[in-house]
């Protein structure tokens, strides 16, 4: 009984997005933002609840707790995306494609450095959160203007 009611999740959590997806392209393309604003707005719903967890966490002074979720959340959905649309595209004989241009790999260079020093010493700090955010900030900036 509970094989078919995780399929049936899981075609659900992995349809919605889909849907949103394209209802996300049309006022994207409306409003002229660049294509990259999808693939930022999908990935915002897929962490949303991990990321509401971790900023609960962080009001209640719980740092490492919060880092722990928002980290933790991050590569779980990277660590199990990435192989799956590998095999996927592999399997189907699809191209794969990264579309990263230099400016994102400076980024995403930056945001691995970034999380070694953070993850290396055990303990999180403020400073170590407010670097990610203005890490992040930028990006969404070179996001939105190229």
Do not use: Y
């Amino acid at each position: 009984m509970r094989f078919p009611l995780l399929v049936c999740s899981l075609v659900a959590w992995v349809g919605l997005p889909n849907l949103r997806a394209q209802l996300s392209e049309r006022v994207v393309e409306k409003a002229g933002a660049p294509k990259a604003v999808i693939g930022i707005v999908i990935a915002m719903l897929v962490l949303l609840p991990e990321t509401w967890a971790a900023v609960r966490a962080a009001h209640a002074n719980r740092l490492q707790t919060s880092m722990n979720l928002a980290l933790g959340s991050a590569l779980a959905s990277i660590g199990l995306t990435i192989p799956v649309v590998a095999v996927t595209a592999i399997a189907f004989g699809i191209p794969l494609v990264l579309g990263l241009e230099p400016k994102d790999l400076v980024m995403l260079a930056v945001t691995f450095l970034l999380s070694v020093v953070t993850l290396g010493t055990g303990r999180t700090h403020m400073m170590q959160g407010a670097v990610h955010l203005v890490v992040f900030s930028a990006f969404l900036f070179l996001a939105f203007v190229p």
